[in-house]
Structure formats: C-alpha cells, structure tokens
T-cell receptor
Framework: GAVVSQHPSRVICKSGTSVKIECRSLDFQATTMFWYRQFPKQSLMLMAT?????????EQGVEKDKFLINHASLTLSTLTVTSAHPEDSSFYICSARRPNSYNEQFFGPGTRLTVL | AQSVTQPDIHITVSEGASLELRCNYS??????LFWYVQSPGQGLQLLLK??????LVQGIKGFEAEFKRSQSSFNLRKPSVHWSDAAEYFC??????????FGAGTTVTVRA
C-alpha cells in the first residue's frame, strides 16, 4: 500500500510555456502533499506544502506565482511551473502524507523537467 | 528548526563487506528519523524509520539503524553489501509540522 504516482515522468518544453505535473496517492487519501525540487547530485529541497482544500504554504524563496500548486482532492495535487525558463529545469518530486502515519511521507517517482 | 548532517559525501565499499552511513541530527524534541534510498532518476524509497521504542530499527533489504540520543545520531548499517545497494542514501528528520529535512545524501559505490 501507500503508492504515489507522478505524471509525466519526463517533460521537455520550450522557454515561456507552462508545465503541469500531477501527483496522485493511489491507495490512500492524503490530507497533505509536499513538493520537492532536486538538483543533480544534491538533496531534496522542500518547495511547498499542499493541504487539500486550502492554499499551499510555500517555503522561503519559492515564488508562489511561478510554482502554482492546487490540491483539489484528497488524492491529487498539481504543480504548474508557469512561464518556464531553463533555470527551472530540475527533478521535481512529490510526496503524500497518510493520516495518522506520524511524519511518514510516501514519495512519487519524480518528474524530470527540461526547459529548452 | 531541525537539520541533518551526513558527513560522508561518497563511500566506496566492496561487495560482501559491511556498510555504515553516518547521520547526525539537530532537533529540540524527540525526533522522527528516516532513511531513504534513491536510485538514479528515481523517487525515494523508505528503508526504515524511528519514532519511539527500541532504538535499533530493522528495515528492508537487510538494513538496520540505531538511534543514539546522546550522540544525536541515527547511523545506517548493513552487514553485507550487494551490488544492487549502489545508490544515494538520505537521512531525514521530521518535525511536528510534518515537514522533513533531508541531509545532503551519501553516494554509495559498490565494487566487485
């Protein structure tokens, strides 16, 4: 149990376009989802916390107008990178917290974004 | 705020040899501690976790970790490494707001 999927796994887009990444908890309802960014050979950096039915909470230094997060249901959160630029190229990983599971998060397989 | 330090950036170990990855954390209260493994281009897989109770925790793939409060450490061990254990390993600490803070990671290379 506790499977989290992400779609797409890879995306290449032109500079200036917007890209949407989906994160789904397949077998449980996730009240909280998290979005991370990972640069090559580096650790995961938390971008934002997404709570179902409310606005996302962004970490310091993350532009909320650039990285739009929507958590419309208990099983789906989306991250939209607006007006993408080459510096937004990265590996984006989501995770979902299952209720009553302490701090344990279940991670998706990640999405590789390349902006040309 | 909580933080995690993984002192070893890269470790090379021979197949069949033992492995120990170090993790030190900083957190004011009782920590929730995790070890994750990441293969290239993949997401994170949970190896084991510590919330409370027995300080020696058993995980998947033959891994174990020991929580030592006095040393603020949560080191990961495996008695005999397999070539498939080559990956990136992350230690993480969780806080009351459910956020995780990750260490910088340790890359494990397994030589034949």
């Amino acid at each position: 149990g506790a499977v989290v999927s992400q779609h797409p796994s890879r995306v290449i887009c032109k500079s200036g376009t917007s890209v949407k990444i989906e994160c789904r908890s397949l077998d449980f309802q996730a009240t909280t989802m998290f979005w991370y960014r990972q640069f090559p050979k580096q650790s995961l950096m938390l971008m934002a916390t997404s709570n179902e039915g409310s606005k996302a909470t962004y970490e310091q230094g993350v532009e909320k107008d650039k990285f739009l997060i929507n958590h419309a249901s208990l099983t789906l959160s989306t991250l939209t990178v607006t007006s993408a630029h080459p510096e937004d190229s990265s590996f984006y990983i989501c995770s979902a917290r299952r209720p009553n599971s302490y701090n344990e998060q279940f991670f998706g397989p990640g999405t590789r974004l390349t902006v040309l | 705020a909580q933080s995690v330090t993984q002192p070893d950036i890269h470790i090379t170990v021979s197949e069949g040899a033992s492995l120990e990855l170090r993790c030190n954390y900083s957190y004011g209260a009782t920590p929730y501690l995790f070890w994750y493994v990441q293969s290239p281009g993949q997401g994170l897989q949970l190896l084991l976790k510590y919330f409370s109770g027995d300080t020696l925790v058993q995980g998947i793939k033959g891994f174990e970790a020991e929580f030592k409060r006095s040393q603020s450490s949560f080191n990961l061990r495996k008695p005999s490494v397999h070539w498939s254990d080559a990956a990136e390993y992350f230690c993480a600490v969780g806080a009351v707001d459910y956020k995780l803070s990750f260490g910088a990671g340790t890359t494990v290379t397994v030589r034949a």
